[in-house]
């Protein structure tokens, strides 16, 4: 699948938020890893799509502002996209998309060249074994070892470059907006 970034112009069919050219560009600036310079082009543009995509599905309850228009194929571009220090995002008419998005696109891209970002669940515990009684009631089960605990990439940089398009810094944390009458 051939790479179409979004600019902040709503563009039919975009899938990333970055252009290669972009990631490289900013990997060229921060220090290309070396499994990302070695990766045949083909695995570099799938690793993009799926740092698009994993960005889109983590932060989705999180960025700032309001999707533009229900026909946009990506969570950005926004409108009514205020950082917490209360300056808004260009709108779509300046056609961008923020450079923080660019940067963490950028970031997960060049990790996903190497490994996965949220690896398959395998750590459920298989149940070993059962007992059932009528009389007054029983129930009891036993489970075997569980797999090693089911453990995530660590994102705390990609966290960072996006702190001023989040509600939130972190997943899972609350915020309320509060406006005086």
Do not use: H
Not at 39 to 48: K, L, N, Q, V, Y
Not at 57 to 84: D, H, K, M, N, V
Not at 101 to 109: C, G, V, Y
């Amino acid at each position: 699948m051939a790479l179409v970034a979004e600019t902040g112009a709503i563009v039919a069919g975009a899938n990333c938020y970055a252009a290669e050219a972009a990631v490289n560009a900013y990997l060229a600036e921060v220090g290309t890893p070396a499994a990302w310079t070695a990766a045949p082009a083909p695995a570099r543009e799938a690793a993009i799509l799926k740092a698009t995509r994993f960005l889109d599905a983590q932060y989705r309850a999180l960025w700032i502002g309001a999707r533009t228009s229900s026909s946009q194929e990506l969570e950005w571009p926004r409108t009514g996209a205020y950082t917490r220090d209360q300056f808004l995002f260009p709108s779509r008419d300046s056609g961008s998309i923020p450079k923080e998005l660019t940067w963490a696109t950028a970031e997960l891209a060049s990790r996903y060249v190497s490994a996965d970002l949220v690896p398959d669940r395998d750590d459920l515990r298989q149940v070993a074994s059962e007992s059932l009684s009528v009389g007054p009631i029983s129930l009891s089960s036993s489970y075997g070892e569980s797999a090693a605990p089911r453990s995530f990439t660590k994102t705390e940089w990609v966290d960072l470059l996006l702190g001023r398009l989040l509600r939130a810094t972190r997943p899972g944390a609350r915020s309320v907006e509060i406006a005086r009458a």
